[in-house]
């Protein structure tokens, strides 16, 4: 999602008549894109911030903004302002998409001063959707089909940050996506906290799910995220009946144990979710199911955690997002006791053991076989793509197949990538 936004930011510079640069050293402006989700992120930028201390020194006119959901969260400007004086401009999540009027400002002022803008308005005010994004990531384009959350899982900053749930007008989605098909983007990736639970006018996530893929071009079709709670048999049946979405589900069950999902407000159970898991198998048969899961959330006994082991190795997730809890300011879970942490880094260790057997397992399943792959990435003879679950492959062919469909024949399997070859 901050990729896709931090497109919407260079589009706004991009109007302005800037570019792109590869370096630090050569930028006239430098734009942070901040995350606040855990506190590993929080920490990076705060490195990265402090590292501009010095580029300001070498050149005065660099103007550097901090933008995005860091800022957002209470006092953080404030202790931004005081900690680091050289930054010109700090926006929150809802009124980033005003960030090139405010480049032109400071860089339009009179004053032999620099000017500084500093401002925060509630996140739930804007939809951001008057940035025309610089894309960067053909084939693939994202869209924002909606913003904010309002689920309140109990150790998540997202909705004090992103504000409430807002879900898009689907006409101007409808036609952003028709607009990038025409373009030549050969997949889309549709975008929420929970798309599950859009709603707009009379219209739900299948409705908008079935009606984008009937777009009439050859493109793939994926979404991201899904919660647990409002995953439906009416999303399933739309996804069976469109052969161009992809058979790749992303479903983050946070934790495996019932007392654990309870405490952190996540509305479903662990046979819940098995339920959900063999409903979408018995439908989708190949389908790819990814993951995202915590360890260490404030109570998490051994039982607790056995219970998350075991789920894993019962649902044999394509790929997990395994993070280490980190408590947020002004959450309910970091009022909570919390675990030691040398006990969440052995519990994170296990975790990722267990996890990489299963995609060790997965992958070398795909061996022998040909899969079509959307190709998406070229480094000098090799060429990088996807699999419709997902997988990336590496194979050997012609730059020109950049945003083409091949079938590759899987001969190789790494951890990171499988390879293979055209298969003509
Ligand atoms: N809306 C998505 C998740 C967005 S945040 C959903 O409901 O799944 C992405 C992931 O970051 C979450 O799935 C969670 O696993 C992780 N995360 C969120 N808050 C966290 C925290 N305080 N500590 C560690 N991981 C966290
Ligand atoms: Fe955070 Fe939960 Fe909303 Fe996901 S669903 S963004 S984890 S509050």
């Known amino acids: 999602m901050n990729v896709h936004e ?14 792109p640069v590869d370096s630090r050293e050569d930028a006239d402006i430098i734009v942070f894109n901040t995350c606040c989700i855990r506190d590993s992120a929080e920490k990076k930028i705060h490195g990265h911030i402090g590292e501009l201390k010095n580029y300001k020194k070498n050149n005065s006119d660099l103007i550097v903004a901090i933008v995005g959901c860091m800022t957002q969260q209470s006092g953080a400007t404030e202790s931004l302002k005081e900690k680091y004086p050289f930054i010109d401009i700090i926006l929150g999540t809802a009124n980033v998409h005003l960030i090139a009027d405010k480049i032109s400002e400071i860089i339009n002022a009179q004053s032999s001063k620099r000017l500084k803008i500093y401002e925060n308005v509630s996140p739930t005010l804007a939809l951001h959707e008057t940035q025309p994004p610089l894309r960067n990531s053909y084939p693939n384009a994202w869209i924002n089909i909606m913003y904010g959350c ?11 940050v992103r504000g409430g749930e807002r879900s898009r007008d689907p006409d101007s989605i409808l036609n952003e996506a028709s607009a990038l098909l025409a373009d030549g983007y050969k997949e889309i990736t549709l975008l929420g906290q929970n798309v599950n639970s859009y709603s707009h006018s009379g219209w739900n996530f299948a409705r908008l799910l079935s009606t984008i893929a009937e777009l009439p071009y050859k493109f793939r079709l994926r979404f991201m995220t899904s919660h647990p709670k409002d995953f439906s048999s009416e999303i399933i049946d739309v996804i069976f009946a469109k052969h161009n979405i992809c058979k790749c589900i992303h479903l983050p069950v946070q934790a495996g144990s019932n007392s654990i999902l309870k405490a952190m407000n996540r509305r479903y159970t662990r046979e819940s979710y098995f339920d959900t898991i063999q409903k979408i198998r018995s439908r989708l048969v190949s389908c790819a199911i990814t993951t995202d899961i915590m360890v260490g959330f404030p109570g998490e006994t051994d039982d607790d955690f056995n219970d998350t082991l075991d789920l894993v190795q019962r649902v044999r997730f394509s790929n997990a997002f395994t993070f280490v809890y980190s408590p947020r300011k002004g959450t309910p879970a970091a009022q909570m006791v919390q675990l030691p942490a040398s006990l969440k880094r052995e519990r994170i260790m296990k975790l990722i053991e267990v996890q990489n057997q299963i995609v060790k397992e997965i992958s070398d399943s795909y061996l022998g076989n040909t899969y079509e792959v959307l190709v998406d990435g070229v480094s000098g003879e090799i060429l990088t793509g996807k699999t419709e679950t997902g997988r990336v492959v590496n194979f050997i062919g012609a730059k020109e197949l950049l945003g083409e469909f091949v079938n590759v024949h899987i001969d190789k399997c790494k951890a990171s990538a499988l390879g293979g070859h055209i298969d003509c």
């Open 6 to 19: 931090s497109e919407k930011i260079a589009g706004g510079l991009a109007n302005l008549g800037f570019q």
């Open 150 to 160: 309002d689920n309140h899982c109990t150790y998540c900053i997202v909705p004090y």
